[in-house]
């Protein structure tokens, strides 16, 4: 089992930035990738990025590109990637969820039903 926990979401102004953190505990030394997922209002849940767990590139869906960050804390003890917004823009307003995939096999990371473990989302609201 892995849980995994999101936090940092709030209400910002349009042109602000976040940083949301998604702390993982339990079985840590399965996950090989982490992904983040946004969900807005009406709309399917999305990819927007994804890392992976020890080492390598992230990767992001191309509308969010030069804008969102994703890294992992120094501290590996800590066991927390990071998502950072910028220029953030009223259409960025969703709920963002981390999400987990558990080697040993790699699985497309793009797509939701890849990962075996979500958290419960923390919410972003961007007013203009």
């Known amino acids: 089992q892995v849980q995994l926990v999101e936090s940092g979401g709030g209400l910002v102004q349009a042109g602000g930035s976040l940083r949301l953190s998604c702390v993982a505990s339990g079985r840590t030394f399965s996950i090989i990738d982490m992904g983040w997922f946004r969900q807005a209002p009406g709309k399917e849940r999305e990819f927007v990025g994804t890392?992976?767990?020890?080492?390598?590139?992230?990767?992001?869906e191309d509308s969010v590109k030069g804008r969102f960050t994703i890294s992992r804390d120094n501290d590996v003890t800590m066991n927390t990637i990071y998502l950072i917004i910028d220029s953030l823009a009223p259409e960025d307003t969703a709920v963002y969820y981390c999400a987990a995939i558990l080697g040993p096999h790699h699985k497309d990371t793009v797509k939701a039903e890849s990962y075996d473990y979500w958290g419960r989302g923390t919410q972003v609201t961007v007013s203009s």
């Open positions: 890392i992976p767990w020890t080492d390598g590139t992230t990767r992001f």
